[in-house]
């Protein structure tokens, strides 16, 4: 069974950073691309981050480029988003997931998500 699990979420102050961790388990994931999505209440879920398979190629969200920062580990079934800069408009519950293209595509497996809330 595939079990995808965040965690590093909380409650941070704007400009200051936090470093979100996502575990996967259940198969091989060195094949997949993966990524980082969001959830702002009253909102849909968007994409905020992805990573190529092999680790090598990222893509962001124009609102967070220059700012987070994805990256797999080495057994590449753990990936993670360093967030810094954290603006208010970055509170949202953080989901991780198993994606179809690392630039964007559909969330196939799903994690169930941990909160960050930005103070302004």
């Known amino acids: 069974q595939v079990q995808l699990v965040e965690s590093g979420g909380g409650l941070v102050q704007a400009g200051g950073s936090l470093r979100l961790s996502c575990a996967a388990s259940?198969?091989?994931?060195?094949?997949?691309?993966m990524g980082w999505f969001r959830q702002a209440p009253g909102k849909e879920r968007t994409f905020v981050a992805g990573?190529?398979?092999?680790?090598?190629?990222?893509y962001y969200a124009d609102s967070v480029k220059g700012r987070f920062t994805i990256s797999r580990g080495n057994a590449r079934n753990t990936v993670y988003l360093q967030m810094n800069s954290l603006e208010p408009a970055d509170t949202a519950d953080y989901f991780c997931?198993?994606?179809?293209?690392?630039?964007?595509?559909?969330?196939?497996?799903w994690g169930q998500g941990t909160q960050v809330t930005v103070s302004s």
């Open positions: 990573i190529s398979p092999a680790g090598f190629t990222t």
């Open positions: 259940g198969r091989t994931f060195s094949n997949f691309a």
């Open positions: 997931a198993v994606m179809t293209d690392f630039r964007g595509g559909k969330g196939v497996y």
